[in-house]
């Protein structure tokens, strides 16, 4: 299926950014923030894959987001600013947790639309974005520790950072609450209307 | 017999529950029972209707057992133990995934939210782990304010016992979820929507 221009512009822009700055830690010995890096590039890719499949055209900004969300993870990793900027994690924190708070509003939205088993009132919408951001950022959380307990990470530094973390990520759902309330839920544009397309609009009516 | 029994077990544990969470300033258990309690008092899904064959098994055992669990563990002082800190782990999610049950039904019956068995169970569960995580920083964050010595271990164990035991609350749930006739249940009765 033919894909928009600007999903491929956000493919080469994030596939480009990717390989500098995998390149760049991998020349210098880096090795966890090269990986990082190449894989931040590869679930870039995936918005690309699922619009080319005719399954799910993302949105633009969403894209963007994500862009945004992985770049700045990837680029704080690269410069070691996780460890010397104190704000740098909650920023990434925030964006992240924003970004996946959208994404299940957007799911939510696509089984609202087009399944009959589900109807999700717009007032439901912030109740459920501030669940999940809450469960994700515990995920998240947990395995950020299974990572340092396994293979000695390090990327919980203390209690308090890890609460920091918690509390970030609800304020990142917050925000997408906020967003989603104030602008999204309008659609002003039908770019979230017609996220799905046609052969996934089928599978959803023959699954739910 | 049972019937009378049963009904009398069902508050004897929560108004036992009440006392104990009140007299322990257990602000986390004092919000599951108010919120029980409400339903009760509001007529909400389920809770008139006790009895019934089809809701005893899930009543008793995710509110009926957490509840006296509950209960015995503080009149025997319970406090440490692996074994005993799994099990009221255990207890504790069985009776939040209860009451974020409860509010999604409530919600189904008074508004025009709508999801199917599946769906209400799994969101329940998400919600009953995402409360309990909330509840898990919110008393952490308040220890640390009062100087007490914590590990970020200690906190991250909680966090995924409160995962792992709301997943295993929500898989023995699935089978009553199953068979419970929950669309029956939401119904409004004609009568009442009359007199609404």
Request: hydrophobic fraction near 55%.
């Given at each position: 299926?033919?894909?928009r221009?600007?999903?491929a512009?956000?493919?080469?822009?994030?596939?480009?950014?990717?390989?500098?700055?995998?390149?760049?830690?991998?020349?210098?010995?880096?090795?966890?923030?090269?990986l990082?890096?190449?894989?931040?590039?590869?679930?870039?890719?995936?918005?690309?894959?699922?619009?080319?499949?005719?399954l799910?055209?993302?949105?633009i900004?969403v894209q963007?987001?994500?862009?945004l969300?992985?770049g700045?993870?990837?680029?704080?990793?690269?410069?070691?600013l996780?460890?010397?900027t104190?704000?740098?994690?909650?920023?990434?924190?925030?964006?992240?947790?924003?970004?996946?708070?959208?994404?299940?509003?957007?799911?939510?939205?696509?089984f609202?639309?087009?399944?009959?088993?589900?109807?999700?009132?717009?007032?439901?919408?912030?109740?459920?974005?501030?669940?999940f951001?809450?469960?994700?950022g515990?995920?998240?959380?947990?395995?950020?520790?299974t990572?340092d307990v396994?293979?000695?990470?390090?990327?919980q530094?203390?209690?308090?950072d890890?609460l920091?973390?918690?509390?970030?990520?609800m304020l990142?759902?917050?925000?997408t609450?906020?967003?989603?309330i104030?602008?999204?839920?309008?659609d002003?544009t039908?770019?979230?209307g017609?996220?799905?397309?046609e052969?996934?609009?089928?599978?959803?009516?023959?699954?739910? | 017999m049972?019937?009378?029994?049963?009904?009398?077990?069902?508050?004897i544990s929560?108004s036992?529950?009440?006392?104990?969470?009140?007299s322990?300033?257990?602000i986390?258990?004092?919000?599951?029972?108010?919120?029980?309690v409400?339903?009760?008092?509001?007529?909400?899904?389920?809770?008139?209707?006790v009895?019934?064959p089809?809701?005893?098994?899930?009543?008793t055992?995710?509110?009926?057992?957490?509840?006296?669990?509950?209960?015995?563990?503080?009149?025997i002082?319970?406090?440490?133990g692996?074994?005993l800190?799994?099990f009221?782990?255990?207890?504790?999610?069985?009776?939040?995934?209860?009451l974020?049950?409860?509010?999604?039904?409530?919600l189904e019956?008074?508004?025009?939210?709508h999801?199917?068995y599946r769906f209400?169970l799994?969101?329940?569960?998400?919600a009953?782990?995402?409360?309990?995580?909330?509840?898990t920083?919110?008393?952490?964050?308040?220890?640390?304010?009062n100087?007490?010595d914590?590990?970020n271990?200690?906190?991250?164990?909680?966090?995924?016992?409160?995962?792992?035991?709301?997943?295993?609350?929500?898989v023995?749930?699935?089978r009553?979820?199953?068979?419970?006739?929950?669309?029956?249940?939401?119904?409004?009765?004609?009568q009442?929507?009359?007199?609404?």
């Amino acid at each position: 299926m033919k894909v928009r221009r600007e999903t491929a512009g956000v493919l080469l822009i994030s596939e480009g950014l990717g390989m500098i700055m995998g390149a760049l830690a991998l020349s210098e010995g880096n090795n966890y923030p090269g990986l990082g890096a190449f894989m931040g590039g590869l679930i870039m890719a995936l918005p690309f894959l699922l619009e080319r499949m005719g399954l799910i055209r993302l949105p633009i900004f969403v894209q963007i987001w994500a862009l945004l969300a992985i770049g700045l993870h990837t680029f704080g990793l690269v410069w070691k600013l996780y460890d010397t900027t104190w704000w740098w994690d909650e920023m990434t924190h925030a964006v992240s947790s924003s970004l996946v708070g959208m994404l299940a509003a957007i799911g939510l939205y696509l089984f609202d639309m087009h399944s009959i088993k589900i109807k999700v009132p717009r007032w439901a919408y912030p109740i459920m974005i501030m669940v999940f951001s809450i469960f994700i950022g515990v995920i998240w959380e947990m395995g950020e520790f299974t990572g340092d307990v396994l293979t000695s990470t390090r990327m919980q530094y203390s209690l308090s950072d890890t609460l920091n973390d918690c509390y970030v990520d609800m304020l990142g759902g917050l925000i997408t609450s906020a967003l989603w309330i104030l602008w999204f839920w309008r659609d002003p544009t039908d770019e979230l209307g017609t996220t799905a397309l046609e052969p996934l609009i089928g599978r959803f009516k023959s699954w739910f | 017999m049972w019937r009378d029994g049963f009904r009398a077990w069902f508050y004897i544990s929560i108004s036992a529950a009440l006392l104990v969470s009140i007299s322990a300033i257990d602000i986390y258990w004092l919000m599951i029972e108010i919120g029980m309690v409400t339903a009760i008092l509001g007529r909400y899904p389920l809770y008139d209707q006790v009895e019934q064959p089809d809701l005893q098994r899930p009543l008793t055992l995710f509110m009926v057992f957490p509840f006296s669990i509950y209960v015995l563990m503080h009149l025997i002082g319970y406090r440490d133990g692996l074994f005993l800190t799994l099990f009221s782990t255990l207890t504790t999610m069985m009776v939040t995934l209860l009451l974020c049950l409860f509010v999604i039904l409530i919600l189904e019956k008074q508004t025009e939210f709508h999801m199917n068995y599946r769906f209400i169970l799994g969101f329940a569960t998400v919600a009953a782990i995402s409360l309990a995580s909330l509840f898990t920083f919110l008393s952490t964050s308040y220890d640390l304010i009062n100087g007490e010595d914590l590990s970020n271990a200690d906190m991250m164990w909680t966090l995924i016992s409160v995962l792992f035991f709301g997943i295993v609350s929500g898989v023995l749930f699935k089978r009553d979820m199953r068979r419970m006739d929950y669309i029956e249940i939401l119904m409004i009765d004609q009568q009442e929507e009359d007199q609404g």
